[in-house]
């Protein structure tokens, strides 16, 4: 079911806080300044944190004060490093696929010297307390020349632990609908990959070349039971071949 005491004033908040603090390069913020306070709040309630950084250079400049309860991290101290080793094992790798996609997305619109794009999914992450909790990583990606040239991005971290993923499945959204960079309400949160991690399993052992006997061997399966997910996952996706459902995974970054 959906929390019902999350914070609705919806992601304003954030754009703001981008207009305001980017010209001075996001860097010796007050926080307690009236808008930070007002993030700060958001954050508590909602039970989310956020850092804005520079994805070309790698570095992040700014990152709210729930980190070191969500991912016993200070905030002074966070780095990309400290996402990788609180990530789960068995969603590490889906992790470094994202990270290496995120690099794409600004590599395009660093080119490009314009635009922005949304990328949200969910991993499950070491809390301070030593325990995995279902976090939502929401970034917003953009180009701008304030305070230099390169690209950007926003990045909102919520614990998603009250609700319950359709088939084992993960959310996923790549694009640039503005209105779904907001509070991970049930309805954004079922926008997600069919998939379910054993049904991925699969896909990469046929992406790296595998038959399906192979595959059956390797995962102690029957070649009857293997057949029947290619075909289910082909008719989840809509597709009619696994290279063209293979091909389409790899240019969203989920392989």
């Not at 917003?140 to 632990?161: A, E, N, Q, R």
């Amino acid at each position: 079911m959906e929390r019902a005491n999350k914070n609705t004033e919806g992601y304003s908040l954030f754009f703001r806080f981008i207009e305001t603090f980017a010209p001075v390069g996001f860097k010796c913020i007050n926080r307690e300044d009236p808008l930070n306070v007002q993030l700060e709040q958001m954050m508590q309630e909602n039970k989310q944190f956020f850092h804005v950084g520079d994805v070309i250079r790698m570095k992040i400049f700014h990152t709210s004060k729930r980190s070191a309860q969500m991912l016993g991290v200070p905030p002074e101290e966070l780095d990309p490093y400290h996402f990788f080793e609180a990530t789960h094992p068995d969603d590490a790798y889906r992790h470094s696929l994202g990270r290496a996609k995120l690099f794409k997305i600004a590599n395009d619109l660093f080119t490009a010297e314009k635009g922005f794009t949304i990328l949200s999914t969910n991993f499950r992450i070491r809390n301070a307390e030593g325990i995995y909790s279902n976090l939502i990583f929401q970034i917003f990606v953009y180009y701008s020349t304030v305070p230099y040239k390169s690209v950007y991005s926003l990045k909102v971290h919520t614990d998603i632990g009250w609700y319950k993923m359709p088939g084992n499945c993960f959310h996923y959204y790549l694009g640039n609908d503005i209105s779904c960079f907001r509070y991970p309400d049930g309805d954004l949160l079922k926008v997600h990959i069919p998939f379910s991690y054993r049904e991925f399993e699969i896909i990469k052992l046929i992406e790296s070349g595998l038959s399906s006997e192979e595959i059956a061997g390797k995962l102690f399966l029957s070649v009857h039971t293997i057949n029947t997910h290619r075909r289910n996952m082909l008719k989840k996706a809509g597709m009619n071949s696994m290279p063209e459902l293979i091909y389409d995974l790899m240019d969203r970054g989920l392989l």
